[in-house]
Every structure is written in C-alpha cells, then in structure tokens.
C-alpha cells in the first residue's frame, strides 16, 4: 500500500507494546507517515494461535515467531527493546526499565497487553498464552510423560467476575484436543486421563449455542472428564483445589489465567474500570476527566464497551490498531470523522483440534459453528504462513472483520 499522507510527516507516535495491536499501529502509522518509535519487551513478534503446536511438536518455537528488525526494516519504524515501567501521562512522559524516559510524542498508543489474575499456587501451572517461552516448557512436560507412556493432564482457564472479555479459553480447548490427536496417534491415549476444568458452569457458551453442543458433544466423544462450575482455590505441584476443597489430581496442568489490568497501568494515573482495564471512548483514546491528552489504548489493555460475550482477540485488536491511524490522522487535519470500534465487536475462532477444525463467528445477529474435519487443521497452518507474509509486507493483507 503506499503512503496515505505526506502531510505530517514530521508528526510523531509512541507506540507501546509488540503485540498484535501495537505492531498492526505501528504498521499502519508509517503508512500516514507519522514517526513511529515502537517499544516492545521482547525482540520478536509472536504468533500466539498457532504456539499451540510447539508443545505437541508440529510446529518449532522460531516457526512462530518474526525478528521485530526484520519488521522495523520493512516497515521504517524504530525500535526500542525495552520494558515500560512507569507512565507519567499528565507529563507526557514513559519510562523504560533501562532507565530511558520518552517524552514529548505527539501522539502515545498504549498495547502492552495485559496482565494476569495469580491464583495462589500458579506456579505450579503452565499457560499457553504466558511468556511464549512457557509453550516449550509445555512440551518437554508433555514428552516426559509420553516418554512414561501414562499421565493425568489437566486444562483449564480460569475467570475473571470483574470483566470476564478478559477470559481467554479458545486456545486450552484447542490445545487439549491436539493433546488427545497426538496420544492417539502414539497408540497410548488409553494410557492418559484428559480432564477439562473451568469456574462457568458453560465454558465457551459466549461462542454461541452451536459452538458449546459441539464442544460438549466433543468432552463425551474424546471421554475428557469435565470439572465445571468451580472456582479455583489453589494449585498445587500435582492438584488443583476447587472452592469447595475438592481435589483433581494432575501430572501437568496447563491454566490460562484470566487477564486484569496492567500492572504498569496500576500505578499510573490513567482512567481504569473495575478489572483495572484502560477507559476509551469508541475511537479508542483514553478517557480523561479533562482535556485530552493524544493517548490511546488498543487491544488487551483496553476496557471494551459492548454485549455480555465480547472478547479480546487478536483480530478486534489489529482492527482497533488501524482505526486509531486512521483517527490520529483525522485528529490532525482537524477531521472529526473518526471510526469506531465497537461495530467491529464479534467472536472469530478457526478452533483447531489437530485432526480439523471449526470455524466459529457470532455477532449482534448471528451465531454459527461450521465443521471442518481434516482440511481445517492445514487452513488454519496456511493461516500461519499468512500471517508472516502479510505482516513482512510480502502478500496483501486480507482484513478480517
């Protein structure tokens, strides 16, 4: 795409965060020709759907990842490898764990993500969308206990009562599927128990009435052992302890803990919600009190406005990523035709289960579950070579909501 604007060049953003939302802002400001400073905690861009495969070893760790400077080559922006440690919004000032301080941007994009609930005992637990360095930790757990040839695995997800589109339990039930294909075709899955567990008494309900039967169908058919409708107390080095003090006993447990507000955010003066998430309007600039001040949050860290099963997804956030170029742009032209996010508001899951696949969508109008047995488990890997591509500029981008 060439440039949209030659008009403010000279205009500069902070963006924050390597993610989904804040590599897509980074992208699409360069495309308006904005300065684009993009800080990230880590050198490369993680490709967290298809992380589900490192663990049952379809996929290796470097499969799934981009070299931020390979994309900052690409795409011009600069790059900080660094940690964001301290916001001084009212000065206009971001501190970096270095000791570097930023400041004087004209515009800020807060994707940092967000940060997790620490249920006591955690540590003792593995996550899938953790440190993408926990997915190799997945699987050397996992090949240990093939290479006993027995276990008991648990998967879970747990809640989050304050905001629960802070709940993330698409890829625990996608990697417990591939876990059962795997030992299956191992000829030992009789071996192993699989047990599911989860505080909702319908985890996946939000994805719509076909999508939880097919799930539901799905635990009866694979005989996974379901534990719903508990909260977590504890985890322990070989058992999860539910509310009632009951015990499910587990060689490895992989728990996806819901998001809460970032722990940076915390200790900042920015407006948040209950769970701790960053205010925004739909145009997604913070609200303030006051007059505002040119910043914006995008992605897991934004508090979303919208109906009861919304979720935070990587598609929601590249689309808010490029609405705020788009609204930074307009801002600066004195344009008052800004986009909104919320219209982009829906639940878009290819659900791979390592011998297929379900498409599954919902929105204000509709809800639909569509199987694909075999093709699905390659399209969604096509997805992953899509998604390198696209981002390093080597085929268009085919946007998605």
């Known amino acids: 795409m060439k440039n ?185 899955r009789d071996n192993f128990e699989l047990s599911f567990f989860a505080p909702m008494s319908e985890p996946g309900a939000r994805m719509g009435e076909k999508a939880l039967s097919m799930m539901n169908n799905s635990f009866k058919r694979l005989a996974i052992k379901e534990y719903f409708g508990k909260k977590i107390k504890s985890f322990k080095e070989d058992a999860i302890i539910f509310e009632d003090d009951s015990k499910l006993t587990s060689d490895l447990t992989m728990c996806i803990a819901a998001g809460s507000g970032h722990e940076v955010v915390e200790m900042s003066e920015l407006p948040t919600n209950e769970a701790g998430f960053v205010k925004i309007d739909e145009y997604c600039r913070v609200i303030f009190d006051e007059m505002p001040r040119n910043i914006y949050a995008i992605g897991d860290i934004a508090a979303l406005e919208g109906p009861s099963w919304k979720a935070k997804q990587g598609h929601l956030a590249e689309r808010m990523a490029r609405n705020v170029a788009f609204n930074i742009s307009q801002a600066d032209k004195g344009d008052t035709n800004l986009k909104s996010y919320k219209k982009h508001i829906n639940i878009l899951c290819l659900m791979d289960a390592g011998d297929g696949a379900s498409l599954i969508y919902r929105d204000d109008t509709k809800a639909y579950m569509i199987p694909l047995p075999f093709i699905g488990h390659y399209m969604k890997k096509w997805w992953g070579v899509y998604a390198k591509l696209s981002k390093l500029g080597k085929i268009p981008k085919i946007f998605t909501s």
């Open 4 to 188: 949209i604007s030659k008009r403010y060049a000279m205009k500069s953003v902070l963006v924050i965060g390597g993610g989904f939302g804040g590599l897509e802002a980074a992208i699409y400001l360069r495309k308006y020709n904005y300065e684009v400073t993009l800080v990230s905690d880590r050198d490369y861009f993680f490709i967290y759907p298809t992380s589900i495969w490192i663990p049952t070893r379809e996929k290796e760790f470097d499969e799934i990842c981009i070299d931020l400077k390979e994309l900052q080559s690409v795409h011009g922006f600069k790059l900080i490898v660094d940690a964001l440690t301290h916001i001084d919004a009212k000065q206009n000032r971001y501190t970096l764990a270095s000791g570097e301080v930023l400041e004087s941007y004209d515009h800020v994009v807060l994707a940092m993500g967000a940060s997790k609930l620490k249920h006591d005992g955690i540590e003792h637990t593995l996550s899938i969308c953790a440190e993408p360095e926990q997915s190799l930790k997945l699987r050397d757990a996992l090949d240990a206990l093939i290479e006993k040839r027995s276990g008991k695995i648990c998967f879970g997800f747990g809640g989050n009562p304050k905001d629960s589109s802070s709940v993330r339990g698409g890829p625990a039930f996608e990697l417990l599927f591939n876990t059962h294909n795997l030992l299956k075709k191992k000829g030992i």
